[in-house]
C-alpha cells in the first residue's frame, strides 16, 4: 500500500515539473502548406472571401471547408473535476488540456479546451448554445449533479451536432464493456443479473440508464446515494421528485423486492457491486463482499484510489475485479470509449449520440477484447490497444446510420478506414516531431 502511495506522489511530482517545462500540453499547427506569401492570398484575404460566400449561403458547407468536421469543444465549469471536487475554472485546465491530448492522439479529434466562469446552469446552456456554429461536437465535462444531468438533457434536445458528457456516457460505456466479458466469465446472464450502484452520481445514474438500454432488468438494479437505498417509499421521494428527477425516477422504476438499508443490505443475493463514491481505501467494508453471490463481480471506480484495494476485494471472494487505475488489471477507463465514439460521430456527421450507439460501442469493446481471449485479469482492451479505436468508431457511425441521425452514409469498412487514417496520421505527427526535436524529451526530475 506504500509503494502504492509513493508511485502517486512521485506522479503527481513529475506531473507539476512536466508541466511547468512544456507550459501546457496542447498548441495549433496549421493544416495547410505556407510556400510563400502568395499562399496568405488564398487562406486568408481575398481568397478565403469566396469560401466564407459558399457557407452563408448553405450552413452545412462548414462542416466541409472549414476544421468544423473534426474540431470539438471541451466546455467544464471547473465544480466536479476528478476525484477533486469544486476546484474552479481556472485549476480545471489541466484536467481539460489531457483531454484534449487523449481525444488527439487516440481519437485523431481536434479538441478545445474551454473552462466557464460561472456556475449558473442556464448561463452555462446559453454558452454552450452559441458556440455551436464553430463546433462539431460538444464535450461536457466536470461538472456537478444534478447540473450536469440538465445540461446533457437540455443542449441534446437543442443543438444539432453531438453533445456527450463523458463523467456520465463515458464511464457507463466502459463499464459496460467490462460487465459484457465479465458476466460471460462468470456464466450469468444480462436479464437475471442483480446489480448494485454504490453512489448515485452522474456516472452510476447514466450506467443504470445505459444498462438498461442494453437489456438489463430494471428491477435488478439498486442504487445507494448518500442517505441510503432509493426507493419509492424513501423519506425524501418528494423532494427528490422536485430538485432531482433524474435520482427520482430511478427509485421508482428499480429496487423491484424494495431492499431498504445502505450498501451491506443492498448486497445480500447482489451478483455485481459498481462502486463509483468517493475515493478510498476503505470507503466500505471490505467484509460487505461476502454478503454478495457466488463469483461475485467487483468494479470500485473511485479515483485516484478505488474504495477498496482489488487484493481485498479478492479475499473477500470477488471473482473479477476492476478499477479505474491503469496499474492494476481490469481498467475501466472512460478513455476507452470517448475519443472513438466523437470519431464516429464526427465521420458520420450525426446530429447526436444516443444511448444505442453507446450500447454498439460498448458490445465492440468487449468483442474486440473476447476476440484477444478474455480471462479474470483482461475483460477489457486497454488504452495501449490502439487497434480498438477504429473499429468502435465505424461501430458508433454504423448506428448513427441505422437510426437516421447520420448526415454521411458510409458502409462500416469505409468508416474504419476512414478512422484508422486519421487516428494513424495524428499518431504520426506526434511522433515526427518528437523524433525531430520539436518536440523535447522532459528534463530529468529530482
Known amino acids: 500500500m506504500s509503494q502504492q502511495k509513493e508511485r502517486t506522489e512521485e506522479l503527481y511530482k513529475l506531473a507539476v515539473e512536466y508541466s511547468k517545462f512544456y507550459g501546457g500540453k496542447i498548441t495549433v499547427v496549421p493544416h495547410v502548406p505556407v510556400r510563400s506569401l502568395d499562399d496568405f492570398s488564398i487562406w486568408y484575404t481575398p481568397g478565403v472571401a469566396a469560401v466564407s460566400r459558399a457557407i452563408a449561403k448553405d450552413p452545412n458547407l462548414s462542416f466541409e471547408l472549414t476544421s468544423r468536421w473534426n474540431t470539438i469543444a471541451i466546455v467544464t465549469d471547473g465544480t466536479r473535476v476528478l476525484g477533486l471536487g469544486n476546484v474552479g475554472p481556472e485549476a480545471a485546465m489541466p484536467v481539460m488540456e489531457g483531454k484534449a491530448l487523449i481525444f488527439k492522439y487516440l481519437g485523431g479529434v481536434n479538441a478545445v479546451p474551454i473552462t466557464l466562469g460561472t456556475r449558473d446552469q442556464q448561463e452555462f446552456f446559453n454558452t454552450v448554445k452559441i458556440l455551436e456554429p464553430a463546433f462539431g461536437g460538444f464535450n461536457l465535462e466536470d461538472i456537478e449533479s444534478p447540473k450536469c444531468f440538465f445540461l446533457l438533457d437540455n443542449l441534446r434536445k437543442t443543438l444539432k451536432v453531438p453533445v456527450w458528457h463523458d463523467d456520465q456516457q463515458g464511464t457507463a460505456g466502459a463499464t459496460l464493456a467490462g460487465l459484457l466479458n465479465a458476466l460471460k466469465l462468470t456464466g450469468r446472464k444480462i436479464k437475471d443479473t442483480r446489480v448494485v450502484f454504490f453512489g448515485a452520481g452522474a456516472s452510476n445514474i447514466a450506467t443504470a440508464r445505459v444498462l438498461i438500454t ?52 443492498a448486497l445480500k443475493s447482489a451478483d455485481v457491486l459498481v462502486a463509483a463514491s468517493k475515493p478510498g481505501p476503505g470507503t466500505f467494508p471490505k467484509e460487505y463482499i461476502k454478503e454478495m453471490n457466488k463469483d461475485p463481480v467487483v468494479f470500485v471506480l473511485a479515483n485516484p484510489v478505488p474504495e477498496i484495494w482489488p487484493w481485498e476485494a479478492k479475499e473477500m471472494g470477488a471473482k473479477i475485479v476492476a478499477t479505474g487505475r491503469s496499474d492494476f488489471p481490469n481498467q475501466v477507463n472512460n478513455s476507452l470509449v470517448f475519443p472513438a465514439v466523437f470519431r464516429g460521430s464526427l465521420d458520420a456527421r450525426a446530429i447526436t449520440i444516443t444511448d444505442e450507439m453507446m450500447v454498439a460501442a460498448s458490445t465492440e469493446l468487449a468483442k474486440f477484447a473476447e476476440e484477444k481471449n478474455i480471462s479474470e485479469d483482461y475483460i477489457i482492451p486497454t488504452m495501449e490497444e490502439w487497434e480498438v479505436y477504429p473499429r468502435v468508431a465505424a461501430t458508433v457511425a454504423q448506428k448513427a446510420v441505422e437510426q437516421g441521425l447520420a448526415r454521411r452514409k458510409m458502409s462500416w469498412q469505409e468508416f474504419h478506414d476512414r478512422a484508422r487514417e486519421i487516428i494513424e496520421e495524428s499518431r504520426l505527427v506526434l511522433l515526427t516531431l518528437v523524433k525531430n526535436g520539436l518536440i523535447q524529451m522532459p528534463p530529468e526530475v529530482k
Open 214 to 265: 442494453a437489456g438489463f432488468d430494471p428491477g435488478n438494479l439498486i442504487l445507494i446515494d448518500t442517505k441510503g437505498i432509493l426507493h419509492p417509499e424513501r423519506e425524501d421521494i418528494d423532494e427528490l421528485m422536485l430538485h432531482n428527477p433524474w435520482k427520482y425516477e430511478f427509485a421508482i422504476k428499480t429496487n423491484k423486492d424494495r431492499v431498504k438499508g445502505g450498501l451491506r443490505e
